[in-house]
Nanobody, 124 residues
Framework: QQQLVESGGGLVQAGGSLRLSCTAS????????MGWFRQAPGKQRDFVAA????????FSGDSMKGRFTISRDNAKNTVYLQMNSLKPEDTAVYYC?????????????????WGQGTQVTVSS
């Protein structure tokens, strides 16, 4: 079982950067694929990026490629999301999630554990 806590959100101007962190408290963190999702008010939860446990393979949503980078530090039980060139449309609550299941990592229903979310607001 994993308990996930996100941090690093905040208010930033368009073109700026933020780095989100998600720290897990459970054991065997390195076995989990970790994902980042985001949800804007009135919209569905969208996939941002995912990273597998041991191999560190990454997979990103099309609109984030080249701007967002997911990484992890298994020694610290932490996954990161580096966000550059932020746009107002990136404004959302960002969630991290964990799963032991393989497959379509862009699907929220694949993930078993979720953090509480951290707000990212990008001003124009």
């Amino acid at each position: 079982q994993q308990q996930l806590v996100e941090s690093g959100g905040g208010l930033v101007q368009a073109g700026g950067s933020l780095r989100l962190s998600c720290t897990a408290s459970g054991r065997t963190f390195s076995s989990y694929t970790m994902g980042w999702f985001r949800q804007a008010p009135g919209k569905q939860r969208d996939f941002v990026a995912a990273i597998t446990g041991s191999s560190g393979f990454t997979f990103s949503g099309d609109s984030m490629k080249g701007r967002f980078t997911i990484s992890r530090d298994n020694a610290k039980n932490t996954v990161y999301l580096q966000m550059n060139s932020l746009k107002p449309e990136d404004t959302a609550v960002y969630y991290c999630a964990a799963t032991l299941r393989g497959g379509m990592w862009f699907r929220p229903d694949l993930y078993d554990y979720w953090g509480q979310g951290t707000q990212v607001t990008v001003s124009s």
